[in-house]
């Protein structure tokens, strides 16, 4: 290009500022994932999960963070009255000559009234409530708490790897992971196998009424998912499978439009010489297929078996239609109830699992990159 | 038919017997039963019974249907102009030849293989209004009070646009492939000519790669309308009805409200809608797509 460097900088910049929005998304899951709770709602939102500390007694304790205080006050245990016992944070205007003003509850009505207190700790404005952190199985336990200035504060990155455990004990993850990949496993090899078998009858033989059915074939892809899944979901019905994984693998095991139309295209570009050769040795037409056009077809094998095992992987409505056991849910269904049950609750548990969900999908594409974006070059092109 | 014919017929058939029985299964049968359905009351606890068109007609008269179809169009006709400049412009910059690439393909081409729900969650935590991750951008950026995207009546069908948008990946690596088609030759002409970047975008490029536009645009038309999950699960098809797409009121319908025989009805229309649309395309394509080499 002859203006050279001004474009090259340019086209540096865009790149850049584009891929930081698109990969901003997956930071913050990361981010996340890795945060306690209460961190996860923070305005502003914060990017590095930390954990706080303060000393108490020479020892070092792990705290949340509470509220802030803007005036003075006390913390301070009630005497006497019907809240004899509690701990609490009263600011000085509420506080006149060691009692406290409270609302109580007197029989069906709320009164407020002065009630003697015993004052522990004085707390200055700006100071900063800390919580302890008890381990999940003390939940039900008080936490101690109390208020210290914000210097007091020890801040320390935590990685809050713990989520990614807690994930386990919340929702059946692993369960859920058994038959996600049991769909996946059953549909890749069925699909990859008939497919290729069926296309190569359009291939690679020259039979009656086989370009009118291809045809159909290609056809049927236009007809929308919600056309067919009442009728399937009366088939499957039928067939007592409701409720378990067969309606998310069975169908595809006859083959799939998409594949076969994939491997066709692929199969008449290997050259005819190869295969009469073989017929003139005396091979029978499946001996062609499976001796010399499997093996030849590996890299769109390959992009066939890695669609379907995504399509399997991140189907929803299938699973959500078909499927009414928990026992049989797969991680995309199982993500989506537990979202609905703890959203705005749990996020970083649901980033977790989330991540979790996320991963096994990245690492497959790191690995097979080159087939991934070939296969949707090729699938997009040649249509 | 020869002897010769019979046998490679009777070849033909056997490859193909896997899918022609899981076709008439899992294809055929259910677009046949699905259109008697669509003229029956239907609710899987009964066998069907006959109704004529009577779902049809309640159809015309069903304030949500129309909704979902107003709202379905919103979708795509927002969706397809904005996914083209954005996918073609992205693809254009990655058509470049500068150090790198292979990341910064990757990092465009990844969030189109997320799950459709892990997404969903991730985008409904960026759009939450309090905590949420573009608003507190939007107000660092000086704008004050940014909706509260999914709980807005006007900005839940743009924030799901926008979460489209991200996913685009795929349509991009189809323009990508498209652009490397383009003959360099053709560009070092106009070069030559003096043309400058727009003329060279607008006479050369564009034109070569017209059938992947084409291509994409079908694909966007058959997705866009059958555009579900994401409106599942982020906001359950409200506020007000707001993202109630069309998918989502037919699933509704058939899975919820268990109205098979309405739902089928509703399946119908939106495949005569498709296809027209799709039609419409083709015919405009025809004028205007150029097959280079065919």
Request: a positive charge; charged letters at 15%; glycine letters at 6%.
């Given at each position: 290009?002859?203006?050279?460097?001004?474009?090259?900088?340019?086209?540096?910049?865009?790149?850049?500022?584009?891929?930081?929005?698109?990969?901003?998304?997956?930071?913050?899951?990361?981010?996340?994932?890795?945060?306690?709770?209460?961190?996860?709602?923070?305005?502003?939102?914060?990017?590095?999960?930390?954990?706080?500390?303060?000393?108490?007694?020479?020892?070092?304790?792990?705290?949340?963070?509470?509220?802030?205080?803007?005036?003075?006050?006390?913390?301070?245990?009630?005497?006497?009255?019907?809240?004899?016992?509690?701990?609490?944070?009263?600011?000085?205007?509420?506080?006149?000559?060691?009692?406290?003003?409270?609302?109580?509850?007197?029989?069906?009505?709320?009164?407020?009234?002065?009630?003697?207190?015993?004052?522990?700790?004085?707390?200055?404005?700006?100071?900063?409530?800390?919580?302890?952190?008890?381990?999940?199985?003390?939940?039900?336990?008080?936490?101690?708490?109390?208020?210290?200035?914000?210097?007091?504060?020890?801040?320390?990155?935590?990685?809050?790897?713990?989520?990614?455990?807690?994930?386990?004990?919340?929702?059946?993850?692993?369960?859920?992971?058994?038959?996600?990949?049991?769909?996946?496993?059953?549909?890749?090899?069925?699909?990859?196998?008939?497919?290729?078998?069926?296309?190569?009858?359009?291939?690679?033989?020259?039979?009656?009424?086989?370009?009118?059915?291809?045809?159909?074939?290609?056809?049927?892809?236009?007809?929308?998912?919600?056309?067919?899944?009442?009728?399937?979901?009366?088939?499957?019905?039928?067939?007592?499978?409701?409720?378990?994984?067969?309606?998310?693998?069975?169908?595809?095991?006859?083959?799939?439009?998409?594949?076969?139309?994939?491997?066709?295209?692929?199969?008449?570009?290997?050259?005819?010489?190869?295969?009469?050769?073989?017929?003139?040795?005396?091979?029978?037409?499946?001996?062609?297929?499976?001796?010399?056009?499997?093996?030849?077809?590996?890299?769109?094998?390959?992009?066939?078996?890695?669609?379907?095992?995504?399509?399997?992987?991140?189907?929803?409505?299938?699973?959500?239609?078909?499927?009414?056991?928990?026992?049989?849910?797969?991680?995309?269904?199982?993500?989506?109830?537990?979202?609905?049950?703890?959203?705005?609750?749990?996020?970083?548990?649901?980033?977790?699992?989330?991540?979790?969900?996320?991963?096994?999908?990245?690492?497959?594409?790191?690995?097979?990159?080159?087939?991934?974006?070939?296969?949707?070059?090729?699938?997009?092109?040649?249509? | 038919?020869?002897?010769?014919?019979?046998?490679?017929?009777?070849?033909?058939?056997?490859?193909?017997?896997?899918?022609?029985?899981?076709?008439?299964?899992?294809?055929?049968?259910?677009?046949?039963?699905?259109?008697?359905?669509?003229?029956?009351?239907?609710?899987?606890?009964?066998?069907?019974?006959?109704?004529?068109?009577?779902?049809?007609?309640?159809?015309?008269?069903?304030?949500?249907?129309?909704?979902?179809?107003?709202?379905?169009?919103?979708?795509?006709?927002?969706?397809?102009p904005l996914g083209f400049v954005a996918s073609?412009?992205?693809?254009?910059?990655?058509?470049?030849?500068?150090?790198?690439?292979?990341?910064?393909?990757?990092?465009?081409?990844?969030?189109?293989?997320?799950?459709?729900?892990?997404?969903?969650?991730?985008?409904?935590?960026?759009?939450?209004?309090?905590?949420?991750?573009?608003?507190?951008?939007?107000?660092?950026?000086?704008?004050?009070?940014?909706p509260n995207w999914l709980m807005d009546v006007n900005f839940a069908?743009?924030?799901?646009?926008?979460?489209?948008?991200?996913?685009?990946?795929?349509?991009?690596?189809?323009?990508?492939?498209?652009?490397?088609?383009?003959?360099?030759?053709?560009?070092?002409?106009?070069?030559?000519?003096?043309?400058?970047?727009?003329?060279?975008?607008?006479?050369?490029?564009?034109?070569?790669?017209?059938?992947?536009?084409?291509?994409?645009?079908?694909?966007?038309?058959?997705?866009?309308?059958?555009?579900?999950?994401?409106?599942?699960?982020?906001?359950?098809?409200?506020?007000?009805?707001?993202?109630?797409?069309?998918?989502?009121?037919?699933?509704?319908?058939?899975?919820?409200?268990?109205?098979?025989?309405?739902?089928?009805?509703?399946?119908?229309?939106?495949?005569?809608?498709?296809?027209?649309?799709?039609?419409?395309?083709?015919?405009?394509?025809?004028?205007?797509?150029?097959?280079?080499?065919?």
């Amino acid at each position: 290009m002859p203006q050279g460097k001004g474009i090259k900088f340019i086209t540096y910049l865009a790149l850049t500022a584009c891929s930081v929005v698109f990969a901003l998304p997956f930071a913050w899951v990361m981010v996340t994932s890795l945060k306690p709770v209460e961190q996860t709602m923070t305005m502003p939102p914060t990017w590095i999960p930390k954990t706080y500390y303060i000393e108490s007694a020479g020892k070092k304790l792990e705290v949340k963070k509470g509220i802030v205080t803007h005036e003075a006050g006390a913390i301070l245990t009630v005497k006497e009255g019907p809240r004899e016992g509690e701990r609490l944070f009263v600011p000085n205007s509420q506080l006149k000559d060691g009692k406290a003003l409270l609302q109580v509850q007197i029989a069906d009505k709320v009164v407020q009234g002065y009630y003697p207190v015993d004052i522990e700790k004085e707390v200055q404005p700006g100071w900063i409530q800390v919580i302890e952190k008890l381990p999940a199985q003390y939940e039900k336990t008080e936490p101690y708490w109390t208020f210290v200035p914000p210097e007091k504060i020890i801040e320390k990155v935590k990685f809050w790897l713990r989520n990614y455990l807690d994930v386990f004990v919340k929702i059946p993850f692993l369960n859920y992971a058994k038959n996600t990949l049991i769909v996946c496993i059953l549909g890749v090899i069925g699909t990859t196998f008939t497919s290729a078998l069926v296309a190569y009858g359009f291939a690679r033989i020259r039979w009656k009424g086989r370009d009118f059915i291809f045809m159909l074939t290609l056809s049927s892809m236009m007809i929308p998912f919600a056309v067919l899944m009442v009728p399937l979901y009366g088939v499957f019905k039928a067939f007592g499978w409701i409720g378990t994984l067969q309606p998310l693998w069975f169908p595809y095991v006859f083959g799939t439009a998409f594949n076969i139309f994939l491997l066709k295209q692929f199969f008449m570009t290997i050259p005819r010489d190869l295969t009469d050769a073989a017929r003139v040795d005396g091979c029978n037409e499946f001996e062609i297929f499976w001796r010399i056009i499997l093996p030849l077809s590996k890299p769109a094998l390959t992009v066939v078996a890695l669609f379907h095992f995504l399509y399997a992987w991140n189907d929803f409505m299938g699973p959500l239609i078909f499927l009414t056991n928990k026992d049989t849910y797969t991680l995309s269904l199982g993500l989506q109830v537990f979202q609905s049950q703890h959203g705005g609750t749990e996020w970083h548990l649901l980033m977790a699992a989330s991540a979790m969900v996320i991963l096994p999908i990245l690492v497959m594409f790191f690995f097979a990159q080159k087939t991934f974006i070939q296969g949707v070059a090729l699938t997009g092109l040649k249509e | 038919m020869t002897k010769e014919e019979k046998r490679e017929f009777i070849k033909g058939i056997l490859f193909t017997s896997p899918w022609l029985i899981g076709f008439s299964i899992f294809v055929i049968y259910p677009v046949v039963a699905s259109f008697c359905y669509s003229f029956c009351y239907y609710s899987v606890i009964q066998p069907p019974r006959f109704i004529g068109l009577l779902n049809y007609k309640d159809l015309l008269t069903d304030p949500i249907f129309w909704k979902s179809l107003w709202n379905t169009f919103y979708f795509v006709i927002f969706m397809i102009p904005l996914g083209f400049v954005a996918s073609l412009s992205l693809a254009m910059l990655l058509n470049t030849k500068v150090r790198g690439m292979a990341f910064y393909r990757m990092i465009f081409f990844v969030p189109s293989l997320v799950p459709m729900v892990a997404g969903s969650i991730l985008w409904m935590w960026i759009f939450n209004g309090e905590y949420g991750l573009l608003n507190n951008f939007l107000i660092k950026m000086g704008i004050p009070n940014p909706p509260n995207w999914l709980m807005d009546v006007n900005f839940a069908k743009p924030a799901i646009i926008i979460m489209s948008l991200w996913g685009l990946g795929q349509t991009i690596v189809i323009y990508l492939a498209g652009l490397q088609d383009v003959p360099v030759a053709l560009i070092e002409a106009a070069d030559l000519d003096g043309a400058n970047w727009f003329d060279k975008l607008w006479n050369i490029t564009i034109p070569m790669i017209s059938p992947v536009i084409y291509f994409n645009v079908i694909m966007a038309i058959i997705g866009g309308f059958q555009i579900f999950s994401q409106a599942y699960i982020m906001t359950g098809g409200g506020p007000q009805r707001s993202t109630t797409f069309y998918a989502l009121y037919l699933y509704q319908t058939a899975f919820e409200d268990l109205r098979m025989g309405y739902a089928s009805a509703m399946a119908w229309i939106l495949f005569v809608v498709i296809l027209i649309l799709t039609m419409l395309v083709q015919r405009i394509s025809k004028e205007s797509v150029y097959y280079h080499g065919g």
